[in-house]
């Protein structure tokens, strides 16, 4: 079996089982430790926006770690995470995206 498509199954049994979960890691002196995962699955009949409509199926997968900062008037929340794409017949289109934020 080629990688992506073990890749894709993965996600697909990931998105069927979990589809989108949060769960507290730690609980800080004024804040909070917070994991989440999202998996799912699209098919895009047109994955280039183009006429000639190249189609594949796409498996996302999200995972991102926050801390949620409450001591009164003053709130935070930070965000660090990964996105990917994955794929099925379009390899050369994977990603792999790093984010961070804050508010």
């Given at each position: ?17 979990f ?6 890691i ?29 189609s594949?199926?796409?498996?996302t997968g999200?995972?991102n ?15 660090a ?20 934020n804050?508010?």
């Amino acid at each position: 079996m080629f990688p992506q498509l073990r890749i894709l199954g993965l996600a697909l049994v990931g998105a069927g089982a979990f589809g989108s979960t949060a769960f507290a890691i730690a609980t800080l002196e004024h804040g909070r430790l917070v994991g989440s995962a999202t998996a799912r699955v699209d098919y895009d009949s047109n994955i280039f926006a183009t006429h000639s409509e190249v189609s594949d199926t796409i498996a996302t997968g999200d995972a991102n770690v926050s801390y949620l900062h409450d001591a009164g008037i003053v709130t935070a929340d930070t965000t660090a995470g990964v996105t990917s794409l994955v794929f099925a017949q379009h390899s050369d289109q994977n990603t792999v995206d790093p984010y961070a934020n804050a508010n």
